[in-house]
């Protein structure tokens, strides 16, 4: 019904940058909130940036003054620019999105995930 799509990841760097892209498309009525997480391997998944549907952003504080997350409501499609990445920023990530779908008698909210992409950063 819903599939996010992320694009974008890579290799690069220390201190390069990448631009992740996270597009939503099937039967979509509206996105709430939506996010950016990632996962190191070994470790959880954690949070990186969140956006709300009115522009409202919060991020995790590892990366606070170094990402960007902001969103396309027309393209539902959110962003995430990653600058002066560091090798502890290599991880997969994740978009998530909360979407409103369904037909007009039935619409309900759900939660739904992007395959991952994969940001590498040497130093």
């Known amino acids: 019904q819903v599939q996010l799509v992320e694009s ?10 990448l631009r992740l892209s996270c597009a939503a498309s099937g039967s979509i009525f509206s996105i709430n909130a939506m996010a950016w997480y990632r996962q190191a ?26 990402f960007t997350i902001s969103r396309d409501n027309a393209k539902n499609t959110t962003y995430l620019q990653m600058n002066s990445l ?4 290599t ?18 909210w ?5 395959q991952g992409t994969q940001v590498t950063v040497s130093s």
């Open 110 to 114: 759900g939660v739904y995930w992007g």
């Open 41 to 66: 391997p070994g470790n959880q998944r954690e949070l990186v940036a969140h956006i709300s549907s009115g522009g409202s952003t919060n991020y995790a504080d590892s990366v606070k003054g170094r």
């Open 91 to 108: 991880a997969v990530y994740y978009c998530n999105a909360d979407v409103l779908t369904g037909p007009p008698y039935y619409r309900r």
């Open 86 to 89: 560091k090798p502890e920023d």
């Open 8 to 17: 974008g990841g890579g290799l690069v760097q220390a201190g390069g940058s």
